[in-house]
């Protein structure tokens, strides 16, 4: 069964650093791109970028450029999604997905919730 | 970047309904057009990928049309389990946009 399984949910405080990850299972990990998806409280999803785990060429939308990293560590088949200095704005749930046939997102994480508050 | 616009953003229908969900994209997409169902405190779902062809698994009341510029999701009979949020994104380039999203409801 192909599978995408994402770390616990975290609260934080505003400025402290933050890692997240997706591990696939399931399937060939190099052979699909990775993309990450928010969705703050009660709204909308939003296309954060996107990576290929053979050689790690990322993509980002420019509204998150600069405001996250994204990486993937090959040898464990696992993408992260990291912040080096959380806002409070950046609480939401954090979907990370497996890019296929025309770039559709057809295996979905379960989401992380990431809580910053003071 | 292309903007993706969903109409209506809500809906009222009932079960057994024919529903129409529409999306348009500010510059043409040609067929790079999926669709996702969204419930309450779970994952999107894929239904449709490439405009107009089924996910896997997917029931065959669900079906996309268009292409370029306009696309429409049609659930041809609305059935309980149906009543959710419904996105429409374009994976022609990056970034990859959503639209705003569509909730159907009861």
């Known amino acids: 069964e192909v599978q995408l399984v994402q770390s616990g949910a975290e609260v934080k405080k505003p400025g402290e650093s933050l890692k997240i990850s997706c591990k696939g299972s399931?399937?060939?990990?190099?052979?699909?791109?990775i993309g990450w998806v928010r969705q703050m409280p009660g709204k909308g999803l939003e296309w954060m970028g996107i990576?290929?785990?053979?050689?790690?060429?990322?993509r980002y939308s420019p509204s998150f450029q600069g405001q996250v990293t994204i990486s993937a560590d090959k040898s464990i088949n696992t993408a992260y999604l990291q912040w080096s200095s959380l806002k409070a704005s950046d609480t939401a749930i954090y979907y990370c997905a497996r890019e296929f046939s025309s770039a559709s997102m057809d295996v979905w994480g379960q989401g992380t919730t990431v809580t910053v508050s003071s | 970047d292309i903007q993706m616009t969903q109409s209506p953003s809500s809906l009222s229908a009932s079960v057994g309904d024919r529903v129409t969900i529409t999306c348009r994209a500010s510059?043409?997409?040609?067929?790079?057009l999926n669709w996702y169902q969204q419930k309450p405190g779970k994952a999107p779902k894929l239904l449709i990928y490439?405009?107009?062809s089924l996910q896997s698994g997917v029931p065959s009341r669900f079906s996309g049309s268009g292409s370029g510029t306009d696309f429409t999701l049609t659930i041809s009979s609305l059935q309980p389990e149906d009543f959710a949020t419904y996105y429409c994104?374009?994976?022609?380039?990056?970034?990859?946009?959503f639209g705003q999203g569509t909730k159907l409801e009861i």
């Open positions: 994104q374009q994976s022609y380039s990056a970034p990859r946009s």
């Open positions: 490439a405009a107009s």
């Open positions: 399931g399937y060939r990990f190099t052979t699909n791109w």
């Open positions: 510059q043409s997409i040609s067929r790079f």
């Open positions: 990576i290929y785990p053979a050689d790690s060429d990322t």
